[in-house]
């Protein structure tokens, strides 16, 4: 069982930048492949990025792709979302979510927990 506590996103101006942070329970974070999926008001669940168990492999959606980055500390159990020239389209209820069993995954089934969600906004 794994528990996964999103923070770090707010309001920011277009051009800005924000990172997100995933806090996860439990001493096997390690052994999860995680990723970030976001959901904007009246749209589906998408993908954002996924990152290996040892991060060595990352993926990212072709709409982020050059301006997000996303890293992981095992030490600390904490997955990162670096978002840096955000644009108002990346406006969302962003996600983290951990899954077993996989080198590294870009949809949503094959993740086994998530987080709560943290908000960001992006003002034009």
């Known amino acids: 069982q794994v528990q996964l506590v999103e923070s770090g996103g707010r309001l920011v101006q277009a051009g800005g930048s924000l990172r997100l942070s995933c806090a996860a329970s439990?001493?096997?974070?390690?052994?999860?492949?995680m990723g970030w999926f976001r959901q904007a008001p009246g749209k589906e669940r998408e993908f954002v990025a996924a990152i290996s168990r040892s991060g060595d492999e990352t993926h990212y959606a072709d709409s982020v792709k050059g301006r997000f980055t996303i890293s992981r500390d095992n030490a600390k159990n904490t997955v990162y979302l670096q978002m840096n020239s955000l644009k108002p389209e990346d406006t969302a209820v962003y996600y983290c979510?951990?899954?077993?069993?996989?080198?590294?995954?870009?949809?949503?089934?094959?993740?086994?927990?998530w987080g709560q969600g943290t908000q960001v906004t992006v003002s034009a």
């Open positions: 439990g001493r096997t974070f390690s052994s999860y492949a």
């Open positions: 979510a951990a899954a077993a069993g996989i080198r590294v995954g870009v949809y949503s089934y094959e993740y086994d927990y």
